[in-house]
């Protein structure tokens, strides 16, 4: 059984200027959800359309600035409870999903009333690294040949026939489950296809899977196509670079796959300090 999730754009974690000085949506709506329903969902498109659903504070906050939860100091507890609901469109399409987080840093300023300014803290991290002393990269990640310059231009339609091929255009990611069948049962795997990204943007959006800040430390320049299949569940705490039974499949996929690794290390990372937030304007 196959489920198609939709595109989306990597996050380069990185604290921006100044939210007052950014685009702001067209138009937004943001509701308190009272569901209790479990399950959330934050999603840019890349035609200029942002919605959350059952979303909290913490966890727009979070995307917006392309942090994991240890690099948010000073939130109050009703961030990481109360939920919302946002729905907001750009007066014109970005340049892909994640060039709308400029636009929901500024909805934070502006209906949250979020002050806050950026900081370096020390904090448990994973450093991106070659898996092999030769540096030699692994069967499943090559250098973009494509020209990136044109997935900016690229209409709904395109961006759609592209997935429909199997690669998405350049600075986009797709994403598949899949089933497989073992004597121990049946697994569910991950498949993940990007192109044209950056090992600075892989670093951030590997952060979702082992929740730790993550930094490129190979030094490699350029955009790359990549894909990596792996088993999704949470990090196995105190895991470190020498890999057991334990380690979380997605470790052994990036080294076996991608000739990358996580090495646990302790490094200084940006965080996000905030001074001062309410609850939003609702509408």
């Given at each position: 059984m196959r489920l198609?999730?939709?595109?989306?754009?990597?996050?380069?974690?990185?604290?921006?200027?100044?939210?007052?000085?950014?685009?702001?949506?067209?138009?937004?709506?943001?509701?308190?959800?009272?569901?209790?329903?479990?399950?959330?969902e934050i999603r840019p498109t890349p035609f200029g359309r942002f919605t959350a659903t059952n979303a909290t504070t913490k966890g727009l906050v979070l995307r917006a600035y392309g942090l994991v939860d240890a690099q948010l100091i000073g939130a109050p507890p009703w961030l990481a409870t109360e939920r919302y609901d946002v729905d907001a469109r750009a007066a014109a399409p970005p340049d892909g999903p994640?060039?709308?987080?400029?636009?929901?840093?500024?909805?934070?300023?502006?209906?949250?009333?979020?002050?806050?300014?950026?900081?370096?803290?020390?904090?448990?991290?994973?450093?991106?690294?070659?898996?092999?002393?030769?540096?030699?990269?692994?069967?499943?990640?090559?250098?973009?040949?494509?020209?990136?310059?044109?997935?900016?231009?690229?209409?709904?339609?395109?961006?759609?026939?592209?997935?429909?091929?199997?690669?998405?255009?350049?600075?986009?990611?797709?994403?598949?489950?899949?089933?497989?069948?073992?004597?121990?049962?049946?697994?569910?795997?991950?498949?993940?296809?990007?192109?044209?990204?950056?090992?600075?943007?892989?670093?951030?959006?590997?952060?979702?899977?082992?929740?730790?800040p993550v930094v490129?430390?190979?030094?490699?320049s350029g955009r790359f196509d990549l894909e990596y299949s792996y088993t999704p569940q949470p990090p196995t705490p105190g895991v470190e670079s020498v890999f057991g039974p334990e380690a979380p499949p997605i470790f052994v996929a990036l080294e076996e796959q991608l000739g990358l690794k996580l090495e646990s290390r302790r490094l200084n990372v940006p965080v996000l300090v905030i001074d001062s937030i309410d609850r939003p304007t609702e509408n």
């Open positions: 198609r999730i939709p595109l989306v754009v990597c996050v380069v974690a990185a604290l921006l200027p100044a939210a007052a000085q950014e685009p702001s949506f067209d138009v937004a709506s943001i509701r308190r959800n009272q569901s209790a329903a479990p399950a959330s994640d060039a709308l987080m400029p636009h929901l840093r500024r909805l934070l300023v502006e209906r949250f009333k979020l002050e806050a300014h950026p900081d370096r803290r020390e904090l448990p991290a994973y450093a991106l690294t070659f898996a092999r002393r030769d540096h030699q990269l692994g069967p499943q990640i090559r250098p973009t040949t494509t020209d990136c310059t044109r997935a900016t231009t690229l209409t709904a339609d395109e961006v759609r026939a592209a997935a429909r091929d199997g690669w998405p255009p350049c600075g986009m990611a797709y994403f598949v489950n899949f089933t497989t069948t073992s004597p121990n049962g049946n697994n569910v795997k991950m498949r993940v296809r990007r192109s044209g990204i950056t090992l600075e943007a892989l670093a951030t959006a590997l952060q979702a899977n082992v929740e730790r490129d430390q190979t030094a490699l």
